[in-house]
């Protein structure tokens, strides 16, 4: 059960590289603006709070990273479980002020992950 737990709290954090990815460097490409049913103008006028809301997700990879490097267990157990609640707070945030779509996107694995992580601690 750990190492499922694991490689799905691996998977959010890939998720969440990816997001930065977008929000960071792709706002105003072609990816970026099918991701975020964005047009080219507004895209432009928003790419720095694009920008913002990328690093931010690139901080709640990192926390899921760190909890799955961390060698003390019961540390590692505490770390994930924040960050992935920190990810479903995040996901239900999104899901009523900007996109309903992002409740299945970030809070439904975000609540996969703290299941599972809970089941193998």
Request: charged share 10%; glycine share 10%.
């Amino acid at each position: 059960m750990a190492l499922i737990a694991n490689i799905v709290v691996g998977l959010i954090g890939l998720l969440h590289v990816y997001i930065l990815v977008l929000e960071m460097f792709l706002w105003t490409k072609p990816a970026g603006l099918r991701a975020f049913n964005n047009t080219p103008e507004r895209a432009e006028a928003t790419k720095v709070l694009g920008a913002n809301q990328g690093l931010y997700n690139g901080f709640l990879a990192a926390g899921l990273f760190w909890g799955l490097a961390h060698p003390a267990p019961a540390f590692a157990f505490q770390i994930k479980i924040f960050f992935l609640l920190c990810v479903l707070v995040a996901g239900l945030y999104g899901a009523t002020t900007a996109s309903r779509k992002i409740l299945f996107i970030q809070s439904v694995p975000a609540t996969i992950g703290l299941i599972l992580v809970w089941l193998a601690g």
